[in-house]
């Protein structure tokens, strides 16, 4: 089964500057997707980026982007110019490239408490 | 375009009671999911639809949690007789394929708190 860590329970960071958010998964298959989601206070969870891994190059969504090391599985997500807005929880998160019934499923981290401090 | 919408939002019962959580996913979604996020900890998928049919259900605590997608739109969950482990936030996922390999779109989730 797969799994997916967060070893960083907190994290914070000065308004403008850059953070980096860690993520490690164990699986055995190949072919994978990879996210992060944003989840703030007593709000829905959204997606925030997304790395299919069999791409090479890394994903980019404007101030967000990752470092995805797939001989690692390490998948990182680094928040530039941080903003107010952008504190939440953020979650690291796995799913299977299979089409077989039950593949598609999300296996979530922990989770990440990101403070923005101003 | 309407997100997926959950009700109620917030929920408080004693333990050994019965109660039911709506869902209704993103219009022309085929695939819904319902997600456990306990305190402190990521989402675990439950139950897994297509259409109105079970994908998967491998984690779904038979005994005495029960979900039901009967015209392959809206869902229910349901716990019967609730455990104070029960205590979590339910999530409400939707995805537009029928295999479900395309971003899940989560609702804003039911809080449960089991006395």
């Known amino acids: 089964a797969q799994t997916v860590t967060q070893s960083q329970p907190e994290m914070s960071v000065q308004e403008a500057e850059t953070v980096t958010l860690s993520c490690t998964y164990d699986?055995?298959?190949?072919?994978?997707?990879l996210f992060w989601y944003k989840q703030p206070p007593s709000r829905q969870m959204i997606l925030v980026i997304r790395?299919?891994?069999?791409?090479?190059q890394n994903a980019t969504e404007n101030r967000f982007s990752v470092n995805f090391q797939k001989a690692a599985k390490s998948f990182s997500l680094k928040i530039s110019d941080s903003q107010l807005g952008d504190a939440a929880m953020y979650f690291c998160?796995?799913?299977?490239?299979?089409?077989?019934?039950?593949?598609?499923?999300?296996?979530f981290g922990q989770g990440t408490r990101l403070t923005i401090n101003p | 375009e309407a997100g997926v919408a959950q009700s109620p939002r917030y929920k408080i019962i004693e333990k050994r009671q019965s109660v039911a959580f709506w869902c209704n996913p993103i219009?022309?979604?085929?695939?819904l999911y319902w997600y456990q996020q306990i305190l402190g900890q990521g989402p675990k998928l439950l139950i897994q639809?297509?259409?109105?049919?079970?994908?998967?259900d491998s984690q779904l605590p038979k005994d005495r949690f029960s979900a039901e997608r009967l015209k392959g739109v809206d869902s229910t969950l349901k716990i019967q007789p609730a455990k104070l482990e029960d205590s979590a936030v339910y999530l409400c996922?939707?995805?537009?394929?029928?295999?479900?390999?395309?971003?899940?779109?989560f609702g804003p989730g039911t809080r449960l708190t089991v006395l």
């Open positions: 639809f297509q259409n109105n049919g079970v994908v998967d």
């Open positions: 998160a796995y799913r299977s490239a299979g089409r077989i019934q039950g593949a598609q499923k999300l296996v």
């Open positions: 699986t055995s298959e190949s072919d994978y997707y």
């Open positions: 219009s022309g979604h085929a695939t």
């Open positions: 996922a939707s995805s537009f394929l029928a295999g479900g390999t395309d971003t899940q779109y």
């Open positions: 790395q299919e891994a069999y791409k090479q």
